[in-house]
C-alpha cells in the first residue's frame, strides 16, 4: 500500500512568489490534514479536510494560505505570495475514519520550502 | 489548554545503553498521548499511543512509555539503544477527549544521537 506522497519534496522561491505544494494521501483516507514546521520551532496544525470539505482551517496563518481539495482525493496548499517567514517544512497526512479512532495519522515526508 | 513539553531538545547516548526521552503534559481533561518519530528524509511514524488503557504503552522497535499521572508525564524508554534509533521524536497530545481529533498538539522534538 503505497502511503502519503508529498511533492514537491523541497522548494527555493523569491519572496513574492507563488508555490503550489501537493499531497495525495493514502488511497480511501477521508481525513486529510496540513501541519507546518517552521525552523525551531513545534510542528503545527493547519488544516483539516474531510474529503473534500475543510473541517477546521482555525491554523492557516493568513489568507495568503489556500488549500483545497477538489473530488476529495489529493490536495493542495497555494502560497501566494510567499513571505520569508513561509520558510518550512509542510507536512500532510490523513488518516481513515473508524470506530473506535486510534488517532493515528500517517504522515508523508514533507515539503521542505525555503523563501529567499 | 493541552500543551506538551520536551524537556531535552538533544540527547546523546552510546549503543546498547538505555534511552530515556522526556515528556510532560499539560491537559484539562485524560489526554490521548503519542509518540511519533522522524528519521532522515522520512515521514512521521507512529511509535506508540496512550489512550485511557494500560499506563505502560508498548511501541515498536522496542519503545515503551509510562503515563504517570501524579507526575503528568509521559517518557519514553528504551532498555538497549540501537544505531538505528537515530532520529528525532515527539510528544504529542491530541486536543479533543478520546482522541476524537486528530489535530495533534506538539512538542518542540527530541533529536537522539547514537554513538557507536
Known amino acids: 500500500e503505497a502511503g502519503v506522497t508529498q511533492f514537491p519534496s523541497h522548494s527555493v522561491i523569491e519572496k513574492g512568489q507563488t508555490v503550489t505544494l501537493r499531497c495525495d494521501p493514502i488511497s480511501g483516507h477521508d481525513n486529510l490534514y496540513w501541519y507546518r514546521r517552521v525552523m525551531g520551532k513545534e510542528i503545527k496544525f493547519l488544516l483539516h479536510?474531510?474529503?473534500?470539505?475543510?473541517?477546521?482551517e482555525s491554523g492557516m496563518p493568513n489568507n495568503r494560505f489556500l488549500a483545497e481539495r477538489t473530488g476529495g482525493t489529493y490536495s493542495t496548499l497555494k502560497v501566494q505570495p510567499a513571505e520569508l517567514e513561509d520558510s518550512g517544512v509542510y507536512f500532510c497526512?490523513?488518516?481513515?475514519?473508524?470506530?473506535?479512532?486510534?488517532?493515528?495519522?500517517?504522515f508523508g515526508e514533507g515539503s521542505r520550502l525555503t523563501v529567499l | 489548554a493541552q500543551s506538551v513539553t520536551q524537556l531535552d531538545s538533544h540527547v546523546s547516548v552510546s549503543e546498547g545503553t538505555p534511552v530515556l526521552l522526556r515528556c510532560n503534559y499539560s491537559?484539562?481533561?485524560?489526554?490521548?498521548l503519542f509518540w511519533y518519530v522522524q528519521h532522515p528524509n522520512k515521514g512521521l511514524q507512529l511509535l506508540l499511543k496512550?489512550?485511557?488503557?494500560?499506563?505502560l504503552v508498548k511501541g515498536i522497535n522496542g519503545f515503551e512509555a509510562e503515563f504517570k499521572k501524579s507526575e503528568t508525564s509521559f517518557h519514553l524508554t528504551k532498555p538497549s539503544a540501537h544505531m538505528s534509533d537515530a532520529a528525532e521524536y515527539f510528544c504529542?497530545?491530541?486536543?479533543?477527549?478520546?482522541?476524537?481529533?486528530?489535530?495533534?498538539?506538539f512538542g518542540t522534538g527530541t533529536l537522539l544521537a547514537v554513538q557507536p
Open positions: 491537559s484539562s481533561y485524560s489526554p490521548s
Open positions: 504529542v497530545v491530541s486536543l479533543l477527549p478520546g482522541g476524537a481529533t486528530n489535530k495533534l498538539i
Open positions: 479536510f474531510v474529503k473534500e470539505s475543510k473541517q477546521d
Open positions: 496512550y489512550t485511557s488503557a494500560a499506563t
Open positions: 497526512a490523513s488518516s481513515p475514519t473508524r470506530t473506535p479512532n486510534t488517532g493515528e495519522l500517517f
